[in-house]
């Protein structure tokens, strides 16, 4: 099992930052392509950004490109998620979730979730 454990979230107001975290612990973290999803309410859940094992390969969401940014340090099993000029429609839950390939294959389901964290953009 892989444990997921997102932190970082809370109230910001439009415009200003945020930078997520997602502490993992149980299997080998850089085995792992790592993605972010939010689900917003009443929404379905949704992909926002995803990264390959070594970081080199990253993907995201057209409705956050050029605001937020996704990173990895595998040493410290961590993955990132920095968010710039933030919107209220960016108010969501935030996961965090591992799936088992190098590169993450948005065709592929992701295998391990962490409980998420609450972010809410105020206007």
């Known amino acids: 099992q892989l444990q997921l454990v997102e932190s970082g979230g809370g109230l910001v107001q439009a415009g200003g930052p945020l930078r997520l975290s997602c502490a993992a612990s149980g299997r080998t973290f850089s085995r792992y392509a790592m993605g972010w999803f939010r689900q917003a309410p009443t929404k379905e859940r949704e992909v926002v950004a995803a990264?390959?094992?070594?970081?080199?390969?990253?993907y995201y969401a057209d409705s956050i490109k050029g605001r937020f940014t996704i990173s990895r340090d595998n040493a410290k099993s961590t993955v990132y998620l920095q968010m710039n000029s933030l919107k209220p429609e960016d108010t969501a839950v935030y996961y965090c979730?591992?799936?088992?390939?190098?590169?993450?294959?948005?065709?592929?389901?992701?295998?391990?979730w962490g409980k998420g964290t609450l972010v809410t953009v105020s206007s």
């Open positions: 979730a591992a799936q088992s390939n190098l590169v993450y294959n948005p065709s592929s389901g992701m295998d391990y």
């Open positions: 990264i390959s094992w070594t970081g080199a390969r990253t």
